[in-house]
């Protein structure tokens, strides 16, 4: 089979498509032929330097077909059309993942090559109505927004949610099943492009935090949906009601954010980490998009052989939405023609 295999950190000159062994499913684990699988940060932040063993197949994002059953697997069959759940051994607590839960994709084997064994407990069927690309673009991304807006939000009618840094893959997320679910979504940006396209998928208005005032043209919210870190922390916070809760689920701004602790105490504020999201969740958000009329914002599709030019394009500043690779580009193709 054809695969990226990640060989030297740094650029996207590091990622080499190569020929590797077809893969052979095991006891309780499936085989899926990749159709389309998405990039996200992660793969990024690997890329330029995590401490991996290399060479490393990225991606934690894929839907397919099964093509191969191991033994032991019940309730899936070859022919089943399927998406991952990214994660691995997450356990029965719903408050945060097992000290060992990790996802698809380093140290294992990823999803940027023509085929993957998982645990059969890994796959669920494809949303109905929903293309390949738009099923590949939603397990890492999407799980982690239904997370932080539903079980650590408490996001629904009458409640404002603001999710910073509109544009990327989980914000984009965030802003249409925060809508979704009757919930007032605004965002932050820099672009006014970015803010009419936030619009478009839901959002009733959103702010330039370039202005140093933009807290006071925000506030008050109920959540704020944070992934950007560093010093938006104390900006973000002073958005929140009193009783307010910023649920943090990124660093890419900044890995030190600082507050003011008497307003915090004293405006009952909490502060909710999150990364994620369990089995469970999955589930309910793909029980939701079964039901729903959104879909996945799509910035950009490449073959599995440019895979270096979609890491180019996760840097570009215009970028709004998930980057994927078609890895079955015919029948990728073919699919999101006929929707």
């Known amino acids: ?18 020929e590797l062994p077809e893969p052979q499913p095991g006891r309780g684990e499936v085989r899926v032929d990749l159709v389309a699988a998405a990039l996200n940060r ?19 994002d894929g839907a397919g077909i099964v093509s191969a059953v191991g033994p032991d697997v019940e309730g899936v069959s070859v022919g089943d059309e399927v998406v991952l759940y990214p994660g691995i051994g997450w356990g029965d607590d719903e408050s945060a993942a097992a000290d060992d839960f990790h996802l698809i994709g380093v140290p294992g084997p990823g999803t940027h090559a023509e085929q993957i064994v998982v645990g059969a407990d890994q796959v669920r069927p494809r949303p109905p109505g929903w293309s390949w690309l738009e099923a ?36 984009t997320f965030a802003v249409q099943l925060g809508a979704a679910l009757g919930a007032r979504m605004l965002v932050t940006t820099s672009s ?17 935090y370039r202005h140093p005032g933009w807290p006071d043209r925000v506030g ?15 900006c973000a916070l002073a958005c929140l009601r009193t009783g307010g809760v910023l649920v943090a689920f990124g660093d890419t701004g900044g890995e030190i954010g600082s507050v003011p602790i008497a307003d915090f105490f004293f405006g009952y504020l909490r502060i909710q980490g999150t990364t994620l999201g369990s089995p ?23 073959p599995l052989a440019e895979a270096a030019e979609a890491h180019e394009r996760l840097d570009a500043p215009d970028r709004f939405g998930k980057v994927l690779l078609a890895i079955d580009a015919l029948r990728a193709a073919e699919d999101r023609a006929n929707r």
């Not at 949906?225 to 922390?233: A, K, M, Q």
């Open 220 to 234: 008050p919210v109920d959540v704020v949906l944070d992934s950007v870190g560093g010093d938006v922390w104390r």
């Open 136 to 171: 590949a673009a939603l397990p890492v991304a999407g799980l982690t927004a239904w997370r932080a807006l539903v079980t650590c939000g408490d996001a629904g009618p009458g409640k404002t949610v603001l999710v910073t840094g509109a544009g990327g893959g989980v914000a």
């Open 280 to 302: 469970r969740e999955f589930d309910a958000l793909l029980a939701h998009c079964a039901e729903a009329s959104w879909r996945p914002v799509i910035d950009s599709v490449y």
């Open 1 to 18: 089979m054809l695969a990226v295999e990640l060989r030297a950190f740094g650029g996207p000159d590091g990622l080499v498509l190569t």
């Open 192 to 208: 006014t492009t970015k803010l009419e396209r936030a619009r478009s998928l839901g959002a009733a208005d959103g702010v330039d």
């Open 42 to 60: 992660r793969d990024w932040w690997i890329r330029r330097g995590r401490k991996v063993a290399l060479p490393a197949v990225l991606g934690s």
